[in-house]
């Protein structure tokens, strides 16, 4: 085996963040009767990503994100909500959301027996455990490093630096980092000095940030690591 030891991603990687988003923000936007529902919930989705990006890169913190998100964004709109309470409410929707990537849990199950996998993401704790409970992914992994637990992010080293000291006898030479994200995870995986296999989901281009290995589904994982 090339790799012994796995670490994934969840949002868009394991767990399809987009499907479980929008239905979030659906049910959130309706009860807040936003009249322009396709539009708006279009504007935010991008909005929110430039705030991720700011997060990725030190510009934001977590808290200062996810306080502020809603109520920044619905000013763009003529509104005044309550950020905090509508984060809650969103978080509540969000939570209970657990579509699987296609292939996810058929492939983590049969990888969890002969690799070490690892849960390795940015996202909120509370958030990240439940939906990895309620999937069913949860039992295939030996341990889940969440940033908010650690204290910082990818693809910061300082985060794979706690992983790696966290994860018995680890060889960084057979270690690799699967996930969707060139600039958190790709990036983050560069920069700690281990492989990376981007998931490119949606077909995009590299352009500077180039990985490892690129796969479109992650059946493709079988022939990487030379499992038939």
Do not use: C
Not at 23 to 48: C, G, H, I, S, W
Not at 112 to 127: D, F, H, K, P, R
Not at 153 to 165: C, G, L, M, S, T
């Amino acid at each position: 085996m090339k790799y012994n030891t796995l670490l994934f991603d969840i949002d868009d990687t394991l767990l399809d963040f987009k499907a479980t988003e929008e239905k979030a923000l659906n049910q959130l936007f309706t009860e807040l009767e936003v009249r322009n529902l396709p539009q708006d919930k279009a504007a935010y989705k991008l909005m929110n990503q430039g705030f991720w990006r700011d997060y990725e890169l030190g510009k934001i913190t977590r808290e200062e994100l996810l306080a502020t998100r809603f109520s920044r964004f619905f000013k763009t709109i003529g509104r005044e909500i309550n950020g905090p309470a509508t984060e809650d409410r969103y978080r509540q929707l969000l939570n209970a959301g657990h579509d699987l990537m296609p292939d996810s849990l058929t492939v983590v199950e049969k990888l969890s027996q002969t690799e070490a996998l690892y849960i390795v993401t940015n996202g909120v704790s509370t958030t990240q455990r439940q939906r990895l409970s309620e999937s069913g992914l949860e039992p295939y992994f030996k341990k889940v490093f969440i940033s908010e637990e650690l204290g910082t992010h990818k693809p910061e080293k300082a985060f794979f630096d706690h992983v790696f000291n966290e994860i018995p006898q680890i060889d960084l030479t057979k270690t690799v980092i699967i996930g969707d994200s060139l600039t958190s995870d790709i990036k983050g995986g560069q920069m700690a000095g281990i492989d990376t296999i981007w998931l490119n989901n949606w077909q995009d281009s590299a352009e500077t940030i180039k990985p490892t290995y690129e796969i479109t589904r992650l059946t493709e994982l079988y022939p990487l690591l030379d499992m038939n």
